[in-house]
């Protein structure tokens, strides 16, 4: 209980000694000395903490564990991406943003530990709100466009979502039990809970969390929120607080998988998640500007997370494991874009060509990045979307999966199309070259992400493989 | 005291028209603060006197009545409306889109099951009308402050129907739902003005730099 309880204070604290912190230069360091303590208590957690069957509103479960592994290794090397990135950026004040970041690392501690869904959901509208000032860390009209944009769409959303756990509170009323919003509770009720009741919270709770998660067609926040926001705050995005949105969306499937008749909620979500698939595979095609790339990118993976949930089964594994596998692959690609963006002041294609030539490292993992996005073996992503593809086998959907496999090839197509003259065209000869030099820091943290990626798509350790089966056990139809 | 309550979300139902029609966003604020204070003093009509509940009528009344509207009060003054921004349907096309959601939650809410302590009680159509004209006003409106008029009536309207479990529903949740309302609106505003300083007018219609290219 104490390192769940720590892993939510200390990065508070952190919070408020960078706010302390008078120095400019001296405050980014905060972030990674909170950051790999957190991990390290990450690490202690996940091993100590025993699977308890308590109804308690706090603790960690298999899930959790595997949520709470993927965001603290993002953030440890997104903390140390930062020095360097904010020494670049001196002349914008970091007060806000490294406090920022901590509070929503606390925030994002909180969602997975969460097991009443009033607090979750707190912790998930926590989270919102924290991200909102780093949207607008450039300050610039195209910066309040997208925060603006991001912040109605996301408050209406979350706003939704709570409504929906409303009807799920009021379907324990009408159901004549003992009012709770603890999930393990929930779970058992769920049988005896009215049918309409449940079905429309879990509406609700897909369309509001699907919100958060940018799940088409409410994902129209997304590209502009990650284009605009700094190429670390976009990894915080995608690889922590969209994972955070799909906790909230399997909360809610827990309880309605035990709800005897499950084949509504895997009719709605196999939908929704092709669909998702779908419109990002469209807008990969074509894409100029390479950081909405990345966006739509994550609403092709989060319509794979919903999409897997759906089809239930081996596909349940594949999720699993593909929510560690998208965290580091997005860490990988938003921060080197943050790279290319510096090194080219500009993100579109037109202008930014030939990183090669400017800056090698950086073109290496980008496109060594864009292979572990994209599913290539020997990365993990390719082990994670091969499993959820075989689970639609499995079940004997053959046209989901055929429509699955031509999307996917469609995204990566046209992924390629933006990727390739980033890494290998000509850098424009006429623009003026900016001050950007590849430094340890600013590539380490990827370099080591990317090879995370590529050691577990080769060879599961058995403690993680412990873990990730535990946790597509809790995300099974009960026999 | 029911017989009270239901006049009080009658008039609900009809503050919702009202902010769908009107072309003044002064007049649409005042009408929010208004729906508030009505929707404030529901609780304390339904159910019998307890001191919680006093704290909850006030607090609500303080943030749904009084704060939030002067917030955004305060946002008008700073920025001139010169511009009138039709609706994407006109402003009788709003009305007609609010009656007729009305309706629909109306034949929703019969279907819907309920305990008996709250069969006959206006709460769950006169919710869900609410947080339907609050989508529609969030649908049809382009400028950033009408947007979060709109946003305020779906907050309204979640509201109502959380009243169902003030008695049941743990203290936090209702807390959290009033703190998101608070911080919520608090960065929009920030943002609003923000907005007005880069831009001649908060239309976000002229919000058009981030687009997918034709």
């Given at each position: 209980m104490l390192p769940v309880t720590l892993l939510i204070l200390l990065p508070l604290l952190g919070a408020i000694t960078a706010l302390l912190i008078p120095s400019n230069q001296k405050r980014p360091w905060v972030l990674p000395v909170v950051a790999c303590l957190h991990?390290?208590?990450?690490?202690?957690?996940?091993?100590?903490?025993?699977?308890?069957?308590?109804?308690?509103?706090?603790?960690?479960?298999?899930?959790?564990?595997?949520?709470?592994?993927?965001?603290?290794?993002?953030?440890?090397?997104c903390s140390f991406y930062a020095i360097d990135y904010l020494q670049y950026r001196h002349e914008r004040d970091n007060r806000v943003l490294c406090s920022g970041m901590l509070v929503c690392l606390s925030a994002m501690s909180l969602t997975v530990v969460a097991h009443h869904l009033g607090l979750l959901w707190l912790a998930i509208e926590t989270t919102t709100l924290t991200m909102a000032p780093m949207v607008y860390f450039n300050h610039n009209a195209r910066s309040i466009e997208a925060t603006w944009k991001y912040m109605l769409i996301c408050s209406v959303g979350i706003a939704l979502a709570l409504l929906g756990i409303l009807f799920l509170a009021y379907s324990t009323v009408v159901a004549g039990l003992e009012p709770s919003l603890i999930l393990e509770e929930l779970q058992?009720?769920?049988s005896r809970l009215p049918k309409v009741w449940l079905n429309a919270a879990f509406i609700f709770m897909l369309v509001g969390y699907g919100t958060k998660m940018g799940l088409a067609p409410m994902h129209t926040w997304k590209p502009d929120a990650y284009g605009e926001a700094p190429g670390i705050v976009g990894a915080m995005m995608a690889g922590g607080l969209a994972n955070c949105g799909f906790l909230g969306l399997i909360r809610i499937y827990q309880i309605c998988m035990h709800s005897g008749d499950v084949r509504f909620f895997h009719y709605v979500l196999t939908g929704m998640g092709l669909f998702s698939i779908a419109v990002a595979a469209l807008f990969l095609v074509r894409q100029t500007d390479f950081k909405r790339m990345l966006a739509y990118s994550s609403v092709e993976h989060m319509g794979l997370f919903t999409l897997a949930l759906g089809l239930g089964g081996k596909a349940l594994f594949g999720a699993m494991l593909h929510i560690i596998a998208n965290g580091l692959g997005k860490?990988?690609?938003?921060?080197?874009?943050?790279?290319?963006?510096?090194?080219f002041a500009s993100k579109n294609m037109e202008l930014a060509q030939g990183t090669m030539k400017r800056a090698p490292w950086s073109?290496?993992?980008?496109?060594?990045?864009?292979?572990?996005l994209t599913g290539s073996p020997p990365f993990a992503t390719f082990a994670s979307e091969f499993s959820i593809f075989s689970g639609a086998l499995e079940q004997g959907h053959l046209l989901i999966a055929i429509t699955l496999a031509i999307l996917l090839s469609v995204a990566f197509l046209g992924m390629s199309f933006t990727v390739l003259p980033v890494v290998f065209g000509d850098p424009p000869a006429k623009r003026q070259r900016t001050k950007y030099k590849d430094t340890i820091l600013l590539i380490a943290p990827s370099m080591t992400l990317l090879i995370l990626l590529a050691i577990i798509g080769i060879w599961l350790p058995s403690p993680l493989l412990d873990i990730l089966n535990s946790a597509t056990a809790l995300l099974e139809v009960p026999k | 005291m029911n017989f009270v309550a239901d006049q009080f979300l009658a008039i609900v139902l009809l503050i919702n028209i009202v902010i769908l029609g009107t072309r003044r966003i002064d007049i649409a604020i005042r009408a929010i603060s208004i729906q508030g204070i009505f929707i404030g003093l529901v609780p304390i009509l339904m159910h019998n006197f307890s001191y919680h509940l006093l704290a909850m009528t006030l607090l609500v009344l303080a943030v749904k009545a009084i704060f939030i509207p002067w917030l955004l009060l305060r946002a008008t003054r700073k920025v001139h409306f010169t511009e009138d921004v039709r609706p994407l349907f006109g402003y009788s096309g709003n009305i007609i889109a609010c009656a007729l959601t009305t309706v629909l939650a109306f034949a929703i809410a019969t279907h819907l099951p309920l305990t008996t302590a709250h069969q006959g009680l206006l709460i769950v159509p006169v919710s869900l009308a609410t947080i339907l004209a609050g989508a529609i006003n969030l649908g049809t409106r382009r400028k950033a402050i009408d947007q979060v008029v709109g946003y305020l009536l779906l907050e309204n309207g979640i509201f109502l129907f959380g009243l169902l479990l003030t008695e049941t529903m743990p203290l936090m949740v209702e807390a959290g739902a009033l703190l998101d309302l608070i911080a919520g609106i608090f960065v929009m505003g920030i943002i609003i003005n923000h907005i007005n300083r880069e831009f001649s007018s908060i239309d976000t219609s002229h919000m058009t730099a981030l687009r997918e290219p034709e």
């Amino acid at each position: 209980m104490l390192p769940v309880t720590l892993l939510i204070l200390l990065p508070l604290l952190g919070a408020i000694t960078a706010l302390l912190i008078p120095s400019n230069q001296k405050r980014p360091w905060v972030l990674p000395v909170v950051a790999c303590l957190h991990l390290a208590l990450s690490f202690i957690a996940v091993c100590y903490s025993t699977e308890s069957s308590t109804n308690d509103w706090i603790h960690l479960d298999a899930i959790g564990k595997v949520f709470l592994l993927e965001f603290s290794l993002l953030f440890c090397a997104c903390s140390f991406y930062a020095i360097d990135y904010l020494q670049y950026r001196h002349e914008r004040d970091n007060r806000v943003l490294c406090s920022g970041m901590l509070v929503c690392l606390s925030a994002m501690s909180l969602t997975v530990v969460a097991h009443h869904l009033g607090l979750l959901w707190l912790a998930i509208e926590t989270t919102t709100l924290t991200m909102a000032p780093m949207v607008y860390f450039n300050h610039n009209a195209r910066s309040i466009e997208a925060t603006w944009k991001y912040m109605l769409i996301c408050s209406v959303g979350i706003a939704l979502a709570l409504l929906g756990i409303l009807f799920l509170a009021y379907s324990t009323v009408v159901a004549g039990l003992e009012p709770s919003l603890i999930l393990e509770e929930l779970q058992g009720y769920a049988s005896r809970l009215p049918k309409v009741w449940l079905n429309a919270a879990f509406i609700f709770m897909l369309v509001g969390y699907g919100t958060k998660m940018g799940l088409a067609p409410m994902h129209t926040w997304k590209p502009d929120a990650y284009g605009e926001a700094p190429g670390i705050v976009g990894a915080m995005m995608a690889g922590g607080l969209a994972n955070c949105g799909f906790l909230g969306l399997i909360r809610i499937y827990q309880i309605c998988m035990h709800s005897g008749d499950v084949r509504f909620f895997h009719y709605v979500l196999t939908g929704m998640g092709l669909f998702s698939i779908a419109v990002a595979a469209l807008f990969l095609v074509r894409q100029t500007d390479f950081k909405r790339m990345l966006a739509y990118s994550s609403v092709e993976h989060m319509g794979l997370f919903t999409l897997a949930l759906g089809l239930g089964g081996k596909a349940l594994f594949g999720a699993m494991l593909h929510i560690i596998a998208n965290g580091l692959g997005k860490g990988v690609m938003f921060l080197i874009s943050g790279n290319i963006h510096r090194a080219f002041a500009s993100k579109n294609m037109e202008l930014a060509q030939g990183t090669m030539k400017r800056a090698p490292w950086s073109g290496a993992l980008f496109l060594l990045g864009f292979f572990g996005l994209t599913g290539s073996p020997p990365f993990a992503t390719f082990a994670s979307e091969f499993s959820i593809f075989s689970g639609a086998l499995e079940q004997g959907h053959l046209l989901i999966a055929i429509t699955l496999a031509i999307l996917l090839s469609v995204a990566f197509l046209g992924m390629s199309f933006t990727v390739l003259p980033v890494v290998f065209g000509d850098p424009p000869a006429k623009r003026q070259r900016t001050k950007y030099k590849d430094t340890i820091l600013l590539i380490a943290p990827s370099m080591t992400l990317l090879i995370l990626l590529a050691i577990i798509g080769i060879w599961l350790p058995s403690p993680l493989l412990d873990i990730l089966n535990s946790a597509t056990a809790l995300l099974e139809v009960p026999k | 005291m029911n017989f009270v309550a239901d006049q009080f979300l009658a008039i609900v139902l009809l503050i919702n028209i009202v902010i769908l029609g009107t072309r003044r966003i002064d007049i649409a604020i005042r009408a929010i603060s208004i729906q508030g204070i009505f929707i404030g003093l529901v609780p304390i009509l339904m159910h019998n006197f307890s001191y919680h509940l006093l704290a909850m009528t006030l607090l609500v009344l303080a943030v749904k009545a009084i704060f939030i509207p002067w917030l955004l009060l305060r946002a008008t003054r700073k920025v001139h409306f010169t511009e009138d921004v039709r609706p994407l349907f006109g402003y009788s096309g709003n009305i007609i889109a609010c009656a007729l959601t009305t309706v629909l939650a109306f034949a929703i809410a019969t279907h819907l099951p309920l305990t008996t302590a709250h069969q006959g009680l206006l709460i769950v159509p006169v919710s869900l009308a609410t947080i339907l004209a609050g989508a529609i006003n969030l649908g049809t409106r382009r400028k950033a402050i009408d947007q979060v008029v709109g946003y305020l009536l779906l907050e309204n309207g979640i509201f109502l129907f959380g009243l169902l479990l003030t008695e049941t529903m743990p203290l936090m949740v209702e807390a959290g739902a009033l703190l998101d309302l608070i911080a919520g609106i608090f960065v929009m505003g920030i943002i609003i003005n923000h907005i007005n300083r880069e831009f001649s007018s908060i239309d976000t219609s002229h919000m058009t730099a981030l687009r997918e290219p034709e």
